[in-house]
């Protein structure tokens, strides 16, 4: 009677454990014969089922083949050959991206046929996409004009660069009136003793000789005369050189 009750108790409690431990399979577990077995992670396929003395076998993927997801598989999957280019390799979790070369584009989402790129500059290809099946995707092109991005011109200088400007502005004054004021200082003084050297080399005085016999001249007119000629020397040099010099710098101006 224990024997019985004893079998029992061992049957139902293996039943419950294993209603329990088939319900509670993980994300990455599979449902074999009641049990929750393993499922092997990317980069590797399957080589013996789960049993009850052990957990599921698994052994990586050769090169050549790959596996992206957890599986269940006996074998990896190949990775994919390009005619043309690689844009990234494959790997032993990863298949491989192909490319065209410059100048062509791909004429769907495997890229295992490429076509001519007809934009010009100033254009770029707009891709449209057609679905065959769920597999393969069909690519066509249309060229379209680049947006041009212009500068805001009406955005304003920042606060800092303002001060900066102002700042230099009485600077840049300053130094501009002294330049302007010495140019102007230079000129007039080389125009000044031009003209003073021209009027000197044609009128310096020159001894005259009187004629005694004709005309005699007493001391007080003969003072009288030199005098006259010192004075008209003297009156005719600053209204020369202020005149010649305002023409030059009228002239330079124009």
């Known amino acids: 009677m224990i024997s019985l009750r004893l079998s029992l108790a061992v049957i139902s409690a293996l ?9 509670g399979c993980g994300e990455h577990q ?6 929750g077995c393993n499922k092997c992670p990317p980069g590797t396929h399957m080589k013996d089922y789960c049993t009850k003395k052990q957990q599921t076998v698994c052994r990586p ?3 050549g083949f790959y596996s992206d997801q957890y599986n269940m598989f006996d074998r990896c999957k190949e990775c994919r050959s390009c005619l043309y280019e690689y844009a990234e390799k494959c790997q032993n979790t990863t298949n491989a991206n192909c490319s065209c070369h410059n ?8 890229c295992s046929e490429c076509q001519e790129n007809k934009c010009v500059k100033g ?25 041009e991005e212009r500068p805001n011109l009406t ?5 800092e660069r303002h001060r900066d400007v102002v700042d230099y502005v009485p600077v840049i ?3 501009g009136f002294v330049l302007v004021s010495l140019t102007l200082l230079v000129f007039l003084s080389y125009a000044c003793v031009k003209n003073l050297k021209k009027y000197r080399a044609h009128n310096y005085p020159k001894e005259v000789s009187i004629n005694t016999s004709d005309s005699r001249l007493s001391k007080e007119e003969s003072g009288s005369v030199l005098i006259m000629q010192d004075e008209s020397k003297n009156n005719s040099i600053g209204p020369l050189c202020l005149e010649e010099v305002g023409l030059q710098f009228i002239q330079s101006v124009d």
């Open 15 to 23: 039943r419950f454990w294993t209603i329990v431990h088939a319900a």
């Open 61 to 63: 993927c050769k090169e």
């Open 155 to 159: 955005s304003e200088p920042s606060p």
């Open 103 to 110: 100048g062509f584009l791909c004429s769907n989402n495997v």
């Open 123 to 147: 254009e770029k290809p707009k891709k449209t996409e057609i679905a065959l099946d769920a597999k393969m995707i069909n690519y066509t092109y249309q060229c379209e004009l680049l947006k």
């Open 30 to 35: 599979h449902q074999v014969d009641g049990r």
């Open 173 to 175: 004054l300053g130094i």
